[in-house]
């Protein structure tokens, strides 16, 4: 079976919603990425890449959240409660292989207010079933070797790791960095999609809440 690309639409879960990404959303991103610690692990070339200047950020982003025939960027937003549509992140499912039946999701970032919650779950259950359903048999997922958080978050998910790319990238400081490379096949998808279903079930009906995670991280700290 060859695998279909999906059409631009919103997907609406529980917890968030994934709306294809658009210009527009740019000055929210910046509010919910604009920070040195959404940068520290990797995203966006790594700690150099942080700028704390609006135009600079929108240059990164129109060209880090370009579509196309095998690219889709989503802007991330709160789904349910008081902070319903509040952009949160941004992520993309792209470098599709539709032959291969082959794809990557990648260049996801978060605010930090939401690092933790259901957020990443539910985006992770909403792209993979997306690339599932629509012929997928590989999504491949990857972080910087360095970057310990996002690695156990990858392995949390249930994905499998396939090893070290080496010397895979330049950051944004010029270094070069070793990519950690996971994936998800569609042999795996039933226990993956159960493990994400049944950490969200564990929430139950609370919403995200930028005050309410902004509370409980002061709590954990």
Request: proline fraction near 6%; avoid cysteine.
């Amino acid at each position: 079976m060859t695998a279909i690309r999906p059409a631009d639409q919103p997907l609406v879960g529980r917890f968030i919603s994934l709306t294809p990404f658009s210009e527009a959303d740019i000055p929210e991103l910046f509010r919910a990425l604009g920070h040195p610690e959404v940068f520290a692990g990797g995203y966006g070339g790594g700690p150099a890449g942080f700028t704390p200047d609006l135009a600079a950020f929108e240059r990164f982003a129109v060209a880090s959240y370009r579509g196309g025939a095998d690219a889709m960027p989503w802007t991330v937003r709160i789904e349910g409660g008081p902070d319903h549509g509040t952009v949160v992140g941004a992520t993309k499912f792209a470098d599709f292989d539709l032959r291969q039946e082959y794809g990557h999701i990648g260049w996801t970032g978060y605010d930090p207010l939401v690092w933790g919650t259901a957020v990443n779950p539910e985006a992770k259950l909403l792209l993979l079933g997306l690339a599932f359903e629509h012929g997928f048999g590989r999504v491949k997922i990857q972080a910087d070797a360095r970057n310990a958080r996002s690695r156990a978050a990858i392995l949390k998910l249930g994905a499998h790791f396939e090893g070290l790319a080496r010397r895979d990238r330049q950051r944004a400081d010029g270094s070069w960095r070793d990519t950690a490379v996971y994936s998800v096949i569609i042999d795996d998808w039933p226990a993956v999609r159960a493990g994400l279903e049944e950490r969200l079930a564990a929430r139950g009906d609370r919403p995200v809440t930028l005050a309410g995670e902004r509370a409980g991280a002061a709590e954990a700290g």
